[in-house]
């Protein structure tokens, strides 16, 4: 089977026609694609179908790392605010349970979309024989977009923590004097 650039596109399309994120940048992966190799080389066909996949990969990474920052954010503000209107106790450890739980399932959502989309790209990757080396590209920025979420999620969770903390030292905790 001899494949060209538009052919390993239209395939990826297909195959990834249930991934709308990809399937939708995959339609255009023919004239957004820079060469991997060479700025004065065209990129051949397996060569831009990484690039693509590991761009698809960078940007769900970025994603979720802008929503757990954001969430974070959110929660340490509302603790703040609760505080500083002498929220009772309970109410303060229930809104850091809340944040803590929204920034455990941002992170799984993540992880689940990225491995998908790795999944696809690897499938496809090897339906076509593309090089080991290809798909050890992917499976590289696979690793380094989950690494990326998990150092976001503890960050972001440390700092509801935190919050959680700051907001406790103001309280009279029974037992305490």
Do not use: Y
């Not at 060479?38 to 397996?46: L, N, Q, R």
């Not at 590991?54 to 959110?74: D, P």
């Not at 499976?139 to 440390?158: M, P, V």
């Amino acid at each position: 089977m001899f494949l060209t650039a538009s052919s390993i596109v239209r395939l990826l399309f297909g195959a990834f026609a249930s991934t709308p994120l990809l399937a939708g940048a995959v339609a255009t992966a023919t004239f957004s694609a820079a060469p991997v190799a060479h700025a004065t080389e065209d990129p051949g066909p397996i060569q831009m179908v990484v690039q693509h996949c590991v761009e698809q990969i960078a940007t769900s990474a970025e994603r979720t790392r802008n929503l757990l920052e954001a969430r974070a954010a959110f929660g340490v503000q509302r603790i703040g605010n609760l505080d500083a209107n002498d929220a009772p106790v309970p109410v303060l450890i229930g809104t850091a349970r809340e944040a803590q739980s929204d920034l455990d399932e941002i992170a799984s959502d993540g992880t689940r979309r990225i491995n998908r989309l790795a999944f696809n790209c690897v499938q496809f990757l090897h339906s076509v024989d593309a090089p080991q080396q290809a798909i050890q590209i992917v499976l590289n920025a696979r690793s380094a977009a989950l690494a990326s979420i998990e150092a976001k999620h503890r960050q972001s969770k440390r700092a509801v923590r935190q919050a959680l903390r700051d907001a406790l030292e103001d309280e009279d905790l029974p037992g305490g004097d």
